[in-house]
């Protein structure tokens, strides 16, 4: 019945929730590195993290500067056909992120959010994942709920 084969439904399926995309494997590369143990895909968890430290109770989202609207990101201008669309459809994706981080921060968990363009630079990324996980503090650097990362910007 089903005539698509498992890899290529899986790698559609990766496609379309924006699971194991490139940047989230180098993050993943780095955590491995660093000698972090964690879990992907945290499922029971508002937003489903891409990659869970249930003891430190942390939680990690790798997101594309696009898709999600990087503050200030050269990455994530709007086209301009279409251009009403496009804002209503990734303000939506904002509104949805800010809520997911409001909701795991409730819970008490920590919360960081990686963008794409961050995993060009592998020594900083390297530094900035090293800093969240093991600060004490219950911020780590460059937070997703700290104040640009709600406000809605337009190059
Ligand atoms: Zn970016």
Known sequence: MDRVPQETRSAIMSKV??????????????????????????????????IVFPSRRAAIFV?????????GCRKASIPETRRDFWLAK?????????ENVEALAAEGWKVL??????????????????KF????????????WDSSYTTWRED
């Not at 180098?26 to 489903?48: A, E, I």
């Not at 997101?63 to 503050?71: E, I, K, T, V």
Request: net charge positive; glycine share 8%; with cysteine.
């Open 90 to 98: 990734l303000q939506r994706n904002v509104d949805r992120d800010a």
């Open 63 to 71: 997101h594309g500067c696009f898709w999600h609207q990087h503050p």
């Open 17 to 50: 929730r924006g699971r194991n995309t490139k940047p989230e494997m180098l993050v993943r590369s780095v955590l491995h590195r660093l000698g972090f143990r964690f879990r992907l895909h945290g499922k029971n968890l508002p937003g489903t993290p891409d």
């Open 133 to 144: 996980l093991s600060g004490s503090t219950r911020r780590g650097p460059h937070l997703s």
């Open 113 to 130: 959010t990686v963008w794409e363009c961050e995993t060009k630079d592998m020594d900083l990324l390297s530094f900035k994942l090293d």
